[in-house]
């Protein structure tokens, strides 16, 4: 199975959509369009993947994915909202030809290296001010956002050698693979197990995990037990030992050290940044 196509309907009466979620979690379908999107997101945590990327997502984060690029959000379980603004718009929403005239090379440019995913800092005025215009400011408004970020510092994502949906990326086991570890990491689950749930061999599960996210299965796990952890760091006063085993770490150490490797701090040091 491909990752899903997703048919895009413009929001009437513009040429391009523009749509808020605010749900207990993210839909987290491993899916494709023919449409750049900009998804802005406003609250929850969870994990991010675009094309052979994994990343993290949180309150703030800005990202511009290109056309055809499979991308996911899956969110993290027990936080109680979810909430995201999704801005999605064809190169020619404007009209043909309209950002390749030279006023507007640098957001041909922006949109070009939008194929590999891009992640931009905070950008929340102008998103909440999008969404909040009548339908011609909202499109003035949206070339504006795309002009200026189009001078902005942006990451790239994505490897050069991305995987592409009309690659053939088997969606339903990658998603099987990524539900499993969402809904049991606090266990100790094993290659075995993940690969069971996308009835595959653990060696067909590490290759196409790999090849389709770009990380391996032992270091997406480990992503989604450390950010789970975070949020209890955050929001309980449970012991820093108890809140690894909660989270599927046996061993304290371990949990310390898988803990640095991703967050470039300790449990120790990352509880206090959140206290009031």
Same mark, same amino acid.
């Given at each position: 199975?491909?990752?899903?196509?997703?048919?895009?309907?413009?929001?009437?009466?513009?040429?391009?959509?523009?749509?808020?979620?605010?749900?207990?979690?993210?839909?987290?379908?491993?899916?494709?369009?023919?449409?750049?999107?900009?998804?802005?997101?406003?609250? #929850?945590?969870?994990?991010?993947?675009? #094309?052979?990327?994994?990343?993290?997502?949180?309150? #703030?984060?800005?990202?511009?994915?290109?056309?055809?690029?499979?991308?996911?959000?899956?969110?993290?379980?027990?936080? =109680?909202?979810?909430?995201?603004?999704?801005?999605?718009?064809?190169?020619?929403?404007? #009209?043909?030809?309209?950002?390749?005239?030279?006023?507007? =090379?640098?957001?041909a440019a922006l949109l070009d290296s939008a194929s590999r995913g891009l992640s931009f800092v905070q950008e929340e005025q102008q998103m909440n001010r999008l969404e909040a215009l009548p339908p011609a400011?909202?499109?003035?408004?949206?070339?504006?956002?795309?002009? =200026?970020?189009?001078?902005?510092?942006?990451?790239?994502?994505?490897? =050069?050698?991305?995987?592409?949906?009309?690659?053939?990326?088997?969606?339903?086991?990658?998603?099987?693979?990524?539900?499993?570890?969402?809904?049991?990491?606090?266990?100790?689950?094993?290659?075995?197990?993940?690969?069971?749930?996308?009835?595959?061999?653990?060696?067909?599960?590490?290759?196409?995990?790999?090849?389709?996210?770009?990380?391996?299965?032992?270091?997406?796990?480990?992503?989604?037990?450390?950010?789970?952890?975070?949020?209890?760091?955050?929001?309980?006063?449970?012991?820093?030992?108890?809140?690894?085993?909660?989270?599927?770490?046996?061993?304290?150490?371990?949990?310390?050290?898988?803990?640095?490797q991703i967050k470039g701090i300790t449990p120790r040091q990352y509880r206090p940044l959140f206290d009031l």
């Amino acid at each position: 199975m491909l990752a899903a196509f997703e048919h895009i309907i413009p929001t009437f009466p513009l040429t391009w959509k523009i749509h808020s979620i605010d749900a207990s979690h993210f839909d987290s379908v491993w899916h494709f369009h023919r449409e750049f999107e900009l998804t802005f997101i406003r609250r #929850g945590h969870g994990n991010r993947l675009i #094309g052979d990327s994994v990343g993290d997502y949180g309150p #703030g984060d800005l990202t511009l994915i290109g056309p055809d690029l499979p991308h996911t959000y899956v969110s993290t379980l027990g936080e =109680e909202r979810h909430a995201a603004l999704v801005v999605q718009f064809r190169r020619d929403f404007l #009209g043909e030809g309209f950002f390749e005239t030279p006023m507007f =090379e640098s957001v041909a440019a922006l949109l070009d290296s939008a194929s590999r995913g891009l992640s931009f800092v905070q950008e929340e005025q102008q998103m909440n001010r999008l969404e909040a215009l009548p339908p011609a400011e909202k499109t003035v408004a949206l070339l504006a956002l795309l002009l =200026e970020l189009s001078h902005r510092d942006r990451s790239p994502l994505a490897r =050069e050698a991305v995987v592409h949906a009309r690659g053939g990326v088997p969606a339903a086991r990658i998603e099987a693979m990524v539900e499993v570890m969402h809904s049991q990491f606090e266990s100790r689950l094993t290659l075995a197990d993940i690969a069971a749930a996308a009835h595959v061999t653990p060696s067909s599960a590490s290759r196409l995990f790999a090849r389709s996210t770009g990380s391996t299965i032992s270091t997406y796990l480990n992503v989604v037990r450390v950010n789970a952890a975070c949020r209890l760091l955050r929001d309980s006063e449970s012991s820093i030992a108890d809140i690894a085993a909660a989270c599927g770490y046996a061993n304290l150490s371990n949990f310390n050290r898988r803990f640095r490797q991703i967050k470039g701090i300790t449990p120790r040091q990352y509880r206090p940044l959140f206290d009031l």
